[in-house]
């Protein structure tokens, strides 16, 4: 059988909850093929896995709208109406390719990134099921839905209450992500490989390894030199290792003054770092935060854009980290992190590594996570309604 992905423009957080069903259906002798824009290509091919290339959006239309992400008040509006409007357009501009390919190819399921509704818009009307993968919080996930209506309608009459009961596949545990979606399907990621030991960079100390990333979108942004100075300065004199990864799009060498016991690298396996990390601080995107809990690793949270101001506080909820809030703007807007908010940053991390109870409520959240069925199991169910 045939297992299309369709991915939408944006990071790896993106893509990476596709990966295991097209990873298990290739195991089972199943096709798979990822239908994305020209900018994910690189990201798909890293999987192993075959792409198409559709377009994307033009750069002025997409350029206004991250830069404004970090300095938009947090509100779910904001973060709601600006996944809408990033959907819409790529949406326009991926249809001409979704056609083509469900049209040649023929795949028998189709799965979704949630922002991602050029599939949604072709696929169901020819009878081919087809299933959205979160990439967030189901509710954040159902608001969008909701901020996107006019324009999903726009395509297809009813188009919104077919996106909003198709099978909804998250790996997020219930007791921090209650679903709204009707036909809510939980699963676990299949461990795929051992993990590959990480370097010595740190010349044989064992001092308490801190991960310390802000995804791969950050790095195309104007304020990342500015976050990325104040997280080193965070970190600054902490007796412990710090792996600092920047995304494919930033240059390290456009760091200053990196201390010592901080290693950066472009890109490391989440699944290589999180097996032996005492600590994550991120930005609190969907993949990295739940990726560290499903491994039993605290977290600090620095929110700055989208779904991040929703999964800090479930960070919290769980009991399993911390959350540091960067100083609002004088218009009441939020700020990304900056100079001002060093000492906090500082506090938070020392606050998570001194204290072992944060350490046991991620591993609590990551047994839950264990608990749910095996990806191969929910994606056998959908191909046999195919």
């Known amino acids: 059988m045939r297992v299309l992905a369709a991915c939408s423009l944006g990071g790896a957080g993106h893509l990476q909850p596709l990966v295991p069903f097209l990873d ?18 690189s990201l798909v091919e890293d999987t192993g896995h075959r792409w198409w290339a559709g377009d994307e959006p033009p750069e002025a239309a997409v350029r206004p709208i991250r830069e404004q992400l970090p300095i938009l008040p947090a509100e779910e509006a904001s973060v709601l109406g600006n996944r809408e409007l990033f959907g819409r357009l790529a949406t326009t501009a991926m249809l001409p390719a979704v056609r083509q390919v469900v049209r040649q190819w023929q795949p028998d399921v189709v799965l979704r990134d949630p922002c991602e509704y050029a599939t949604a818009v072709v696929a169901p009307p020819l009878g081919i099921p087809t299933a959205q993968v979160a990439i967030g919080l189901a509710q954040v996930e159902w608001g969008s839905i909701a901020a996107a209506e006019p324009a999903l309608e726009a395509h297809r009459q009813g188009l919104v209450h077919e996106l909003c009961h198709s099978p909804y596949l998250t790996r997020f545990p219930p007791s921090l992500d209650a679903s709204p ?23 044989g100390s064992e001092a308490p390894l801190v991960y310390l990333t802000f995804g791969t979108v950050l790095g195309a942004m104007t304020i990342a030199d500015g976050v990325y100075r104040a997280a080193l300065d965070a970190v600054a004199g902490l007796d412990a290792r710090v792996l600092l990864t920047v995304g494919g799009r930033y240059d390290p060498g456009r760091l200053r003054d990196v201390p010592e016991h901080v290693h950066v690298e472009r890109w490391v396996d989440q699944a290589d770092v999180l097996g032996v990390a005492d600590l994550v601080v991120c930005h609190g995107g969907s993949g990295t935060t739940f990726g560290a809990l499903a491994a039993g690793v605290p977290i600090v949270v620095v929110p700055m854009f989208a779904d991040q101001f929703a999964n800090g506080p479930r960070v919290v909820q769980a009991g399993a980290g911390l959350v540091v809030k960067t100083s609002d703007g004088v218009d009441g807007s939020r700020r990304p992190p900056g100079s001002g908010d060093v000492g906090q940053l500082r506090r938070a991390i020392e606050t998570v590594l001194g204290e072992p109870s944060y350490r046991r409520a991620a591993m609590a959240v990551g047994a839950e996570m264990e608990a749910a069925p095996a990806a191969n199991m929910v994606l056998e169910a959908l191909l046999l309604r195919s």
């Not at 298990?24 to 290509?41: F, I």
């Not at 036909?183 to 993990?195: K, L």
Request: hydrophobic share 30%.
């Open 181 to 203: 979606f009707p036909d809510t399907r939980r699963f676990r990621e299949p461990v795929s490989r051992e993990p590959n030991v990480l370097p010595d960079w740190w010349d």
């Open 24 to 41: 298990e259906a290739r195991r089972h002798g199943h096709e798979t093929l990822v239908v994305c824009p020209p900018a994910m290509t």
